[in-house]
C-alpha cells in the first residue's frame, strides 16, 4: 500500500516501494490524498500520481491507484483500504524531522497509521 499526500518527501519511499515490490513480485496499490478541495492541490497530486505511476511502469511493477480528494481523506482511508486489498505492507513517509521521542507525542499521519493497524508500516525518507 503506497499512499501519496502533499509532503516534501512524498517521492523518497517510490524507489525503495519498486524495488521491493519488484523483488517479491508485489502488487502496489497506490492511494492519492488529499484533505483538501483545492484544485491547486489536488492537480499537484494527480502530477505525483501520475509521476508515480509511470515510474512503476518504467520497472514492470504492477500497480493499481485509487484517489480520495475530499475534505475527510485521512489515515483511516489508507487503513481501510489496505484491509480490503489485504496489503502486506503500508510504505509511508515520515515527518521531514522525524525525532524519535517527540514523535511519540505527535498525531501526526505517520503516527496514526502506526499505531492503528496490524499490518506492518514502514516509513521511508531519504536521510
Not at 31 to 60: M, P, T, V, W
Amino acid at each position: 500500500m503506497l499512499p501519496i499526500r502533499d509532503v516534501d518527501n512524498w517521492f523518497d519511499k517510490i524507489p525503495f516501494t519498486t524495488v521491493l515490490a519488484k523483488f517479491s513480485n508485489a502488487k502496489v496499490f497506490i492511494i492519492g490524498l488529499s484533505n483538501s478541495s483545492s484544485q491547486e492541490l489536488i492537480e499537484k497530486l494527480q502530477a505525483n500520481i501520475n509521476y508515480c505511476k509511470s515510474y512503476l511502469r518504467k520497472f514492470d511493477v504492477e500497480y493499481e491507484c485509487s484517489e480520495k480528494f475530499s475534505n475527510k481523506a485521512n489515515y483511516e482511508d489508507v487503513i481501510l483500504l489496505a484491509q480490503y486489498k489485504q496489503a502486506d505492507l503500508i510504505v509511508i513517509s515520515p515527518p521531514l524531522h522525524y525525532h524519535k521521542l517527540k514523535s511519540y507525542f505527535n498525531n501526526n499521519f505517520y503516527n496514526k497509521i502506526s499505531a492503528t493497524t496490524n499490518i506492518p508500516v514502514m516509513g521511508h525518507t531519504l536521510i
